[in-house]
């Protein structure tokens, strides 16, 4: 199956334009179909089961504690179109470019891309923006999630706080990850991104989320995409990716552990 569908216009309103510039988040319903939904959660089964990559020192990967056994537990692989070439042509597909394109006025850009699993128990993230202040990162950085399996309350779906994004940049221009109090923003504001499968959400790289722990018995997998401008620097994803690799190394030998690599 082609899961690139040929588009004719954006799936973008120029309401839901309007809708991200003040909210600093959309989502887009159904944009991609439940067969392809379910090639797509296929395709994530497969990859659950390298086990040649799966490893502590690889920095392919990420990792979260369980939250009811405090055991560390696979999470993540980022990068992740190399290993898959259904997730390489989605990253391209027209419906993402063009959505992502209508936000900017001007053709989208790959940035970054990641497949996080998040299995049964395993701990969620803190507020953070998702902005890091490098020379190199693009202002116009955006996070396209595209939902594997639904996402709820009870497997911990993102939530979003709308209209922060205005605000650019929260924390300090370090060039490091910081997570923010929970002052930063107002939390009776917060919007939980509930998504069926083949749901996509859009918000800003400067828009605060977290997600909680997923306290279900199904894993919430999703594909984290990031997109930046033409006009941002274009198409920055191998730059980004060497950056990272040195960057994360650099961070683990700070900690004494100096035999990571990337496979």
Same mark, same amino acid.
């Not at 909210?23 to 944009?31: K, P, Q, S, Y």
């Not at 980022?78 to 179109?81: A, F, G, K």
């Not at 709820?152 to 497997?155: K, T, V």
């Not at 083949?198 to 800003?204: E, K, L, N, Q, T």
């Given at each position: ?21 003040n ?9 991609f ?16 089961k390298?086990?040649d ?15 009811e ?6 999470d993540?692989f980022?990068?992740?179109?190399d ?27 790959? /940035? ?23 020379e190199s /990162? ?13 996402t709820?309350?009870?497997?911990g ?7 922060y994004?205005k ?30 499968a083949?749901?996509?959400?859009? /918000?800003?790289g400067f ?18 995409l990031?997109?930046?401008?033409f ?10 990716y ?6 994360l ?6 900690y ?5 690599? /990337?496979?």
């Open positions: 199956m082609n899961i690139l569908t040929p588009v004719t216009k954006s799936p973008v309103t120029e309401a839901q334009v309007r809708q991200y510039h909210d600093g988040f959309l989502v887009l319903r159904n944009l179909s439940p067969v392809e939904a379910a090639e797509l959660q296929a395709e994530a089964s497969r990859l659950l390298r086990i990559l799966i490893d502590i020192n690889n920095i392919r990967c990420r990792w979260k504690n369980n939250v056994t405090d055991q560390c537990g696979f993540c980022d990068p992740v179109i290993l898959s070439p259904l997730c390489a042509r989605i990253v391209r597909d027209a419906r993402i470019l063009e959505a992502v394109g209508s936000l900017y006025g001007e053709p989208a850009c790959l /940035f970054k891309d990641k497949l996080i699993f998040k299995p049964p128990g395993a701990e969620g993230y803190a507020l953070h923006q998702d902005y890091i202040s490098w /990162f693009p202002a116009s950085f955006v996070t396209v999630i595209l939902a594997v399996d639904a709820s309350a009870d497997n779906a993102t939530e979003v706080f709308p209209g994004h605000g650019g940049n929260i924390s300090p221009n370090d060039g490091q990850y910081h997570e923010l109090p929970l002052s930063a923003v107002d939390v009776s504001k917060g919007v939980r991104l509930d998504l069926e083949g749901y996509i959400a859009i /918000f800003s828009t605060p989320h977290r997600s909680a722990a997923n306290q279900s018995k199904q894993w919430r997998r999703q594909l984290y990031s997109y930046n401008s006009s941002d620097g274009g198409e920055q994803r191998d730059e980004h060497a950056e990272f690799k040195v960057w190394q650099n961070r683990y030998a700070e004494g552990k100096t035999n990571t690599y /990337f496979r």
